[in-house]
């Protein structure tokens, strides 16, 4: 890798308190070679379309209750998780 060029750091983020730590470790590395941080979040396509089979459904870690999936409370979940992960970023 003789000539190679570091531009960016790039950190896969899933919001959970190990992938924020790894962002903050990119970040550091980031800052000492004074190039950029990026993050990566990257949702399953695969999971949105289980919620519409017609078997597919979760059970509730608790009560051991089960429901069929919703797509809307899924992509909402998504989407929060995400948001977490890109301010977790932002604070790295």
């Given at each position: ?18 992938s ?19 993050g ?20 509730d ?25 890109r ?6």
């Amino acid at each position: 890798m003789t000539g190679a060029v570091i531009r960016r750091v790039v950190v896969a983020l899933d919001a959970s308190g190990p992938s924020l730590a790894a962002a903050e470790a990119a970040a550091e590395i980031a800052a000492a070679l004074a190039v950029g941080l990026a993050g990566l979040f990257v949702e399953d396509d695969r999971l949105l379309r289980l919620v519409g089979h017609p078997v597919a459904s979760q059970i509730d870690a608790l009560s051991a209750e089960r429901r069929s999936l919703e797509l809307g409370p899924l992509e909402r979940g998504l989407r929060a998780q995400a948001e977490r992960a890109r301010r977790g970023l932002a604070a790295a």
